[in-house]
């Protein structure tokens, strides 16, 4: 008979991907981008590099195979550059005149799960939304379609036989037990045995306390990182701080952080009927929780923050996923929908008392309201453990709650813009301080010398308008009185290989329009009309 924990193991394990055991089909054989070349050099550019340092340019960027060697100042804004006195372009030598254009380091998602059966999001789908939106590492917290699909993907991305970013297999706690763990020595052989099996970390999402106690410690020995989303189930016996010193080296969005900060109460204000099951109680309870924490600059909020900070603890908040519970109808009218989401993505997106995060039984304006106060409160503490040197993420967490993947990554940099980042700070967030979290800012996450060749190039400045980095870009009336759109990644670069971002997109436009021809479908908003593909 299965016992309370192991169906909570398996409740838990599918809150981030449903179902839980479904893989989705490997990504096929790469066709796509040119390159790697002996040498390729990107020409008059202006660079952003993710330091946090200031744009500079033009510049030349000259990269040997996967590696940047040189960067090189070849002038100055307005004045024509002396060819005499730039790079050499060798014989066997590749040029990419970037003139006018930016460069940024390739993005890393820290949340990014790869698709899912139910979303009817396949591999290859999820790879190349990501790929035409700079993101070329992601953290996949879960591995819910298996750690050994996982780490196959991982191996095609690093020998790039595939189009994908690389990839950070990180497997769900108690994944592959045919048992709960239920003691500290159980915890400890299956944190051994992930590790031999070539996982990169664990993600957590909440045990009984001597089980997270043992697992982090023995992960933190092994030198492996972690990450964990403190699920409520759990959390009023293991938040944030319990984690942080147990050797947590990560959390996911913000559960167990406002339990952490409790002063007058050490469990959540639950309605008598409340049900974890029900996911409208669950979500809509959530949006009350970062009231009940204590005040904003409060000694107590200080003295959490500072704590967190002294262990060197990353934030990835994943701002973005919520954002239809302060706004829904932004976030199910956004515009990429009608021509990038699948239909049966889509679908799964409706409201559901089934499918994960489609929790709209009878949303309305006071669970808004109160969302709109938890983002407030919750951004506040971001922005300030940024502030006190802390470090802090993006992920998108995409695939659920009308979030499209790559897509949903660049409006979580708008977020982190909103929750009062500079847009250096946000693009460094996104960039070295991902890499950071993920023990690789020796090889990606800044433009250079000696890095890998990961890097975005766009003809419009992301730093003055981060619209610029969406697939569909960024609307802007001319000086001739025309609507147009400007932006959007153009070559996305991994590893010294070129890929035509915005051809990316069109293969997506195409899948999803081959989809929609085969079933028919035709988008409509909730309860107006149905459509004949089943979720």
């Not at 949303?363 to 506040?380: A, F, H």
């Not at 890929?499 to 997506?508: G, W």
Request: hydrophobic share 40%; with cysteine.
């Amino acid at each position: 008979m299965m016992t309370a924990r192991v169906c909570f193991l398996v409740v838990v394990l599918a809150f981030c991907l449903t179902p839980l055991f479904a893989q989705v089909k490997h990504a096929p054989d790469r066709t796509e981008g040119e390159g790697p070349f002996p040498q390729l050099i990107i020409r008059g550019i202006t660079l952003i590099d993710g330091t946090g340092s200031p744009p500079v340019g033009p510049m030349d960027i000259v990269i040997e195979g996967n590696r940047i060697k040189r960067i090189v100042a070849v002038g100055y804004p307005g004045v024509a550059i002396d060819s005499s006195d730039r790079p050499r372009l060798k014989e066997n030598g590749f040029e990419l005149d970037a003139s006018g254009m930016y460069a940024l380091p390739g993005f890393v998602d820290m949340h990014g799960h790869i698709g899912g059966r139910a979303q009817g999001a396949d591999a290859e789908y999820v790879y190349k939304l990501w790929m035409a939106h700079g993101i070329t590492t992601i953290r996949e917290p879960g591995s819910f379609n298996g750690l050994d699909w996982v780490l196959e993907e991982k191996e095609k991305s690093k020998n790039n036989t595939i189009t994908a970013p690389r990839i950070f297999a990180y497997t769900g706690f108690g994944m592959g037990n045919d048992e709960a763990i239920t003691d500290a020595e159980g915890a400890r052989t299956w944190v051994k045995n992930n590790a031999l099996k070539g996982a990169d970390g664990i993600k957590f999402f909440g045990a009984a306390p001597e089980v997270m106690a043992a697992a982090l410690d023995e992960n933190k020995k092994l030198g492996l990182r972690s990450t964990c989303h403190h699920a409520q189930l759990d959390v009023a016996r293991w938040n944030v701080l319990h984690s942080a010193r147990s050797g947590l080296t990560s959390m996911e969005h913000w559960y167990g952080l406002p339990e952490a900060l409790f002063e007058d109460r050490r469990i959540q204000d639950y309605p008598p009927d409340y049900n974890y099951r029900n996911e409208q109680d669950r979500f809509a309870e959530a949006g009350r929780l970062w009231q009940q924490a204590a005040p904003p600059h409060s000694d107590h909020w200080y003295k959490v923050m500072d704590e967190l900070l002294s262990l060197d603890f990353t934030l990835d908040p994943t701002f973005n996923i919520y954002e239809a519970s302060r706004d829904l109808h932004r976030a199910r009218r956004a515009e990429w929908h009608e021509i990038y989401t699948m239909p049966k993505l889509w679908m799964f997106f409706q409201p559901s008392k089934i499918s994960h995060g489609s929790y709209w039984h009878y949303w309305g304006t006071e669970e808004e309201v109160n969302w709109r106060e938890n983002y407030r409160l919750w951004m506040q503490f971001v922005n300030a453990y940024k502030n006190k040197g802390g470090r802090v993420t993006a992920g998108s967490d995409s695939g659920f709650i009308f979030q499209l993947y790559g897509f949903a990554y660049i409006r979580e940099l708008e977020l982190l813009r909103e929750a009062g980042f500079h847009p250096l700070e946000v693009i460094r967030a996104a960039t070295l301080h991902g890499a950071e979290a993920l023990g690789m800012d020796k090889e990606i996450g800044s433009v250079e010398e000696g890095k890998l060749a990961d890097l975005i190039i766009i003809e419009a400045n992301p730093l003055k308008n981060l619209k610029c980095l969406y697939g569909t870009g960024a609307i802007r009336l001319s000086e001739d009185n025309i609507v147009e759109r400007v932006g959007g990644v153009k070559y996305t670069i991994k590893d010294g290989i070129i890929f035509d971002a915005k051809q990316l997109l069109q293969d997506v436009k195409d899948m999803v329009d081959q989809e929609k021809e085969e079933t028919g479908f035709i988008l409509y908003q909730p309860g107006m009309n149905p459509n004949s593909l089943q979720e």
